[in-house]
T-cell receptor, first 115, second 114 residues
Framework: DTEVTQTPKHLVMGMTNKKSLKCEQH?????MYWYKQKAKKPPELMFV???????INESVPSRFSPECPNSSLLNLHLHALQPEDSALYLC??????????????FGEGSRLTVL | AQSVTQLGSHVSVSEGALVLLRCNYS??????LFWYVQYPNQGLQLLLK??????LVKGINGFEAEFKKSETSFHLTKPSAHMSDAAEYFC????????????FGAGTRLFVKA
């Protein structure tokens, strides 16, 4: 069983819809991540939150809006997406202290289809 | 800048044969190196990690990897492949830049033949 829970597992949305992906972890990790993974490709980093503050934004289009309401939750708000945004969106968490190694704990992902 | 190169996008072995998945890294500082496995329609799971302790690292499911600084390599091996090892394998390197930035290799798909 994964300790990082993502909902929903599948999402189909139109280009004018607004939806959100949710991620929750209870391992006490203070770094949380959103990755995007296209078929047959490695995960691509989108955002990193460290101690609930956005620390890395990999030049992601503004139609993706992350939110970290508390140390256990991470959301990704979606608006006006394009069909090419269809992908598996992976949430991950890790320890945030400099003494740690950055081992990532992944959820099972939310598979998004944009029509 | 750090990077990871995985040699071979596909590797096919027979059940019971040696598994060898190759990974070379580029890093200006001592790296943290990882191997992750991804089964179909699932997230990634850590197999093993190198954190500057022992150069031979043992992981789950009988996998191990050896860190060779002189060759900038971190190849993944398993003495005897099992059908359940068929999956996508990613080598990765990380750096702490206010939250860890992990760079993944392109991945190697492992096929196991009966």
């Amino acid at each position: 069983d994964t300790e990082v829970t993502q909902t929903p597992k599948h999402l189909v949305m139109g280009m004018t819809n607004k939806k959100s992906l949710k991620c929750e972890q209870h391992m006490g990790h203070r770094a949380m991540y959103w990755y995007k993974q296209k078929a047959k490709k490695p995960p691509e980093l989108m955002f990193v939150y460290s101690y609930e503050k956005l620390s890395i934004n990999e030049s992601v289009p503004s139609r993706f809006s992350p939110e970290c309401p508390n140390s256990s939750l991470l959301n990704l708000h979606l608006h006006a997406l394009q069909p090419e945004d269809s992908a598996l969106y992976l949430c991950a968490s890790s320890q945030a202290r400099r003494s740690n190694t950055g081992e990532l704990f992944f959820g099972e992902g939310s598979r998004l289809t944009v029509l | 800048a750090q990077s990871v190169t995985q040699l071979g996008s596909h590797v096919s072995v027979s059940e019971g044969a040696l598994v060898l998945l190759r990974c070379n890294y580029s890093s200006s500082v001592p790296p943290y190196l990882f191997w992750y496995v991804q089964y179909p329609n699932q997230g990634l799971q850590l197999l093993l990690k190198y954190t500057s302790a022992a150069t031979l690292v043992k992981g789950i499911n009988g996998f191990e990897a050896e860190f060779k600084k002189s060759e900038t390599s971190f190849h993944l091996t398993k003495p005897s492949a099992h059908m359940s090892d068929a999956a996508e394998y990613f080598c990765a390197v990380s750096t702490n830049t206010g939250g860890f930035k992990t760079i993944f290799g392109a991945g190697t798909r492992l096929f196991v033949k009966a």
